[in-house]
Every structure is written in structure tokens, then in C-alpha cells.
T-cell receptor
Framework: DAKTTQPPSMDCAEGRAANLPCNHS???????VYWYRQIHSQGPQYIIH???NNETNEMASLIITEDRKSSTLILPHATLRDTAVYYC???????????????FGKGTLLTVNP | EPEVTQTPSHQVTQMGQEVILRCVPI?????FYWYRQILGQKVEFLVS????????KSEIFDDQFSVERPDGSNFTLKIRSTKLEDSAMYFC?????????????FGNGTRLTVT
């Protein structure tokens, strides 16, 4: 799987948008970009994923650059409960011959401040 | 919303003892996974399971580990003879399909403490 690079930490003010960047310059055409988060020592929580197009759901938006070498996760109105470690993961889509496991890195610790 | 449930939330055992960690995946999911996270470290893949067989396993998943789907709802991880270094959070996950377009959904884990 392609490697991702994320800043180790970020801060955001409560009520403002949190924009979390991720670089994945070696991503292949059949690889998806996934975002998960982990609050304290709870299980990783699925947020969103995409292949080429921008995606939006009730939790967040995912913006993928046209060359697919980087992406941004946007939490539109961050709350204190969004404080967590956010993981950007590249995952093979098809043709991998495996069970398409997720490989976690160190992620970005997002701290939402009052 | 359907979720993956894990029991117990915390398990304390003595070194050398066997432990079984239990998981109930989301009901219509077909692919199952175990991950672990040692305190302060990354979430690490252990094993994936489909159609009553192991699909993939990591180097961590050695002979002391085994997985089983004993019935239509449970998925278990057994550690035969626990070591101090097995102390970690163990997360179960499931996905509907085995493709990269099918998200994994995780439980909230079992904290295993080996003394």
C-alpha cells in the first residue's frame, strides 16, 4: 500500500472548520483514500473514503486533488468531541489478491480548543 | 446503527494462561479482522478471516494465536499462552465485502493485561 504523510499534530478552535492534510504521492490508480479517527483508546472510527471524486457525508468532507497525490479531510464545524487522532490510509481497491487490510500510521492528533 | 461489539472490555490474566477474546461483528458482514494496539503505539493488523479461513496474517500472529467463528454470530481470538508483551488493546473489525471499497468497522476493543 502507498505510504501517507500527515502532520503529527494540529489545533483548531471550536466551531471552526478543521482541515487535515494528507500526502500520498505514490498512490496507485486503484487505491482508495480512507480516513479514520481514534478517540482516547476507543476503536478506530470510520469517517469517509474516496477514490477520485470529492466525497461528503454527515461527518466530514474529503477533498482529493486532481493528481490524487494529496487529500484534505474537512470537519466543517469542529467540536470538543472531535479531539482525536486522525488517520489517513491508502488502501488497494481491487486486484490486490488480499483481504485489503488497513495499515495504520501515526496519524494527526487534532486538538479542538474552546 | 449496527456496530461491532467486543467482550470483555477488560481482561486481566496471568502469564502463561489462555485467553479468549470475543467479538460479534455486524450481522451482514462477511469479512472479519483482529488488530491490536500496544499502549502508545500504532494500531497493528493481526489477521483477516473469511469463509471460515484465515485470509491473511501478520508476523505477529504466530502459533500462539488462533481465530475461530464458532457459530453464526461470534468471532473469537485465542491466545494460548499469554506473555507480558501481549498486553494491549485488541480490536475486532468487520466489513461487508473484501474489497477496498468496503470500510472496516471496529469495535471498542478489549484491554488485555498480562501480569
Amino acid at each position: 500500500d502507498a505510504k501517507t504523510t500527515q502532520p503529527p499534530s494540529m489545533d483548531c478552535a471550536e466551531g471552526r472548520a478543521a482541515n487535515l492534510p494528507c500526502n500520498h504521492s505514490t498512490i496507485s490508480g486503484n487505491e482508495y483514500v480512507y480516513w479514520y479517527r481514534q478517540i482516547h483508546s476507543q476503536g478506530p472510527q470510520y469517517i469517509i473514503h474516496g477514490l477520485k471524486n470529492n466525497e461528503t457525508n454527515e461527518m466530514a468532507s474529503l477533498i482529493i486533488t486532481e493528481d490524487r497525490k494529496s487529500s484534505t479531510l474537512i470537519l466543517p464545524h469542529a467540536t470538543l468531541r472531535d479531539t482525536a487522532v486522525y488517520y489517513c490510509i491508502v488502501r488497494v481497491g481491487v486486484g490486490g489478491g488480499s483481504n485489503y487490510k488497513l495499515t495504520f500510521g501515526k496519524g494527526t492528533l487534532l486538538t479542538v480548543n474552546p | 446503527e449496527p456496530e461491532v461489539t467486543q467482550t470483555p472490555s477488560h481482561q486481566v490474566t496471568q502469564m502463561g494462561q489462555e485467553v479468549i477474546l470475543r467479538c460479534v461483528p455486524i450481522s451482514n458482514h462477511l469479512y472479519f479482522y483482529w488488530y491490536r494496539q500496544i499502549l502508545g503505539q500504532k494500531v497493528e493488523f493481526l489477521v483477516s478471516f473469511y469463509n471460515n479461513e484465515i485470509s491473511e496474517k501478520s508476523e505477529i500472529f504466530d502459533d500462539q494465536f488462533s481465530v475461530e467463528r464458532p457459530d453464526g454470530s461470534n468471532f473469537t481470538l485465542k491466545i494460548r499462552s499469554t506473555k507480558l508483551e501481549d498486553s494491549a488493546m485488541y480490536f475486532c473489525a468487520s466489513s461487508r465485502q473484501g474489497t477496498g471499497n468496503s470500510p472496516l468497522h471496529f469495535g471498542n476493543g478489549t484491554r488485555l493485561t498480562v501480569t
